[in-house]
């Protein structure tokens, strides 16, 4: 937290922070899902559907993160991941929402890494106000700052959702500083190991495997 200038430093963003915020929510009211028709339609629809709209999210991110550099002169990385692998992710259609494979929102993701707060606020209010996504083929509609209230295990960045043709992607924004601690330092590594065992024991409970999930406790 230091390395961004401690939390006197993400305060001084809270006002712009909520702002971008509210004006999403105001325009697409929460909860942000798929489209309804996914209550009662499959999870391969819903990946097949992702693999149709990947190269039109990757184009659309890719020229909007051109933009920002060639218009308002902010440097950053983007990383374009997989679509989210389906084993992992129907575990999590299971366990975290019910089964109802409309609130799965992160098959298509994306991560942005701005050199230091400034730029990655900067980007974010450039980016969620462009007109590149102002479009119907390709619009912001939630944003969540994780900066200013972090994650378990006091990891922090932004999450932004992105319709793109109908699909929802999530887009993740952080900086270097923090990145690097997620990837290389190893803080996502030990995130995603406390998130399995949790998971496992959840989908234990489910299915009433008791002794599996007295082992894993």
Partial sequence: LEAVGGEAALRSFADRSNAMRMTLRSHWPPPQKQDPAYKSLT??????????????FEYEMQAGCNELRDKRNIHMNMTIGPIKKKERSMLKVK????????????LLRCTI??????DLYDG???????????????????FEDRFLKALTGGYRDCQLMLRVHGHLCEVQASVRSFYMAKTV???HAQYRWA?????????SAIEKQGALCQALC
């Fill in 185 to 187: 330092g190893g803080g």
């Fill in 195 to 203: 998130r399995e065992i949790n998971e496992h024991i959840l989908l």
């Fill in 113 to 118: 890494i701005f050199d230091n707060l400034s």
């Fill in 43 to 56: 999870f391969d629809d819903l990946y097949n559907d992702a693999k149709r709209k990947k190269a039109a």
């Fill in 95 to 106: 366990i975290k929402y019910g089964g109802d494979v409309s609130q799965l929102c992160d």
């Fill in 124 to 142: 974010i209010e450039e980016l969620t106000s462009s007109q590149r996504f102002s479009r119907g083929t390709a619009f912001f509609v939630a």
